[in-house]
């Protein structure tokens, strides 16, 4: 995990386009791209640009998570949602297992029911067949502390799964990525959560962004121009720990939180419904860099290209959720 002495200050530019063929008649969309302030993170600015012109609603949902709702009423061909913002994100010390409680700290900790969300099974974390193979050959069972057991699960997934962009879909269960034994952030993350509720360790899905510093430096396995996701576990004494499976880092200075949850279902960066018959295009354009680097108009984006089929009936609504973690 990165130490360093100072802060960074990032900016974060998010576009997504939306084309339909033949025009949709009516959207209806929430997104969540306004990254948390808390802890270690501060959210700067931020500025959400919509177009057609909407009038934007905002609210807070039961993560904490700034959700904003907007809808488009008119006939259009286009839907374009661009997000930008101004993060300080502070450095965190390396979590040290001599700080850490051991299990009986956890089971105290966890004895009030205040985290059970976080506890359950959920939509794409859930046991299966696949899965207990993986749990006995990572040897997930209450040993050691949860945070060195926590390490070395990360570890074991980041070594056990090859990275592959697009090896998975946004709704493909896990049993997918545990078959092939590939698969994307968003998978990896899910499997992390999986192993580890079972343990009675709360877990959570976060949905954010990873500044790629230096390739030469930080040999990350998650590509620029996405999102990126990892997990949060409840640590005795040290409260939410950062754990990324993808890249086998902790949590640091790199990291930009936007949005956590129970999995990814909670925390998509759009999601929505239109009205008509139509066929969809997708694009998505993700930059990341500091804040006295050129803006992100002056850089080169990387676009993520998906199409969906058309459909038969004559009134359609179609959940415009993109799988943008890579």
Excluded at 280 to 287: A, G, I, R
């Amino acid at each position: 995990m990165e130490t360093k002495s100072t802060s960074m200050i990032y900016t974060v530019r998010h576009s997504t386009i939306f084309r339909y063929q033949p025009a949709v008649r009516e959207s209806v969309m929430e997104v969540r791209l306004h990254p948390r302030s808390e802890a270690s993170q501060r959210c700067l600015s931020f500025h959400l640009d919509v177009s057609p012109t909407a009038n934007i609603m905002q609210y807070g949902d039961f993560g904490g998570n700034t959700v904003h709702h907007f809808n488009i009423a008119g006939s259009h061909t286009q839907l374009k949602v661009t997000a930008q913002s101004t993060v300080e994100v502070q450095p965190v010390a390396a979590p040290c297992a001599s700080d850490a409680g051991n299990w009986t700290d956890l089971d105290a900790l966890t004895a009030g029911g205040d985290y059970w969300e976080m506890l359950l099974p959920s939509e794409f974390s859930r046991p299966s067949e696949a899965l207990g193979h993986l749990a006995a050959e990572l040897r997930c069972e209450r040993r050691s502390t949860p945070l060195e057991l926590l390490a070395e699960l990360n570890e074991g997934i980041y070594k056990s799964f090859a990275y592959v962009p697009n090896s998975t879909k946004v709704d493909s269960p896990i049993d997918e990525a545990l078959r092939t034994r590939q698969g994307v952030c968003q998978d990896f993350a899910h499997i992390m959560i999986a192993l580890v509720r079972p343990l009675r360790i709360p877990c959570r899905y976060v949905s954010g962004y990873l500044f790629h510093r230096d390739p030469e430096e930080e040999k990350d396995r998650s590509v620029e121009g996405a999102s990126h996701a990892w997990v949060e576990a409840l640590v005795p004494r040290l409260g939410w720990v950062s754990f990324d499976p993808t890249n086998n880092l902790a949590g640091g200075d790199r990291h930009i939180r936007v949005a956590v949850g129970r999995d990814y279902a909670d925390v998509p960066p759009t999601r929505g419904v239109y009205k008509g018959e139509a066929h969809s295009e997708l694009s998505v354009t993700v930059t990341v860099g500091p804040a006295d680097a050129p803006t992100p108009e002056q850089s080169s984006p990387v676009i993520v290209m998906q199409s969906r089929p058309a459909f038969a009936r004559t009134i359609s609504r179609l959940e415009q959720e993109q799988q943008q973690q890579q």
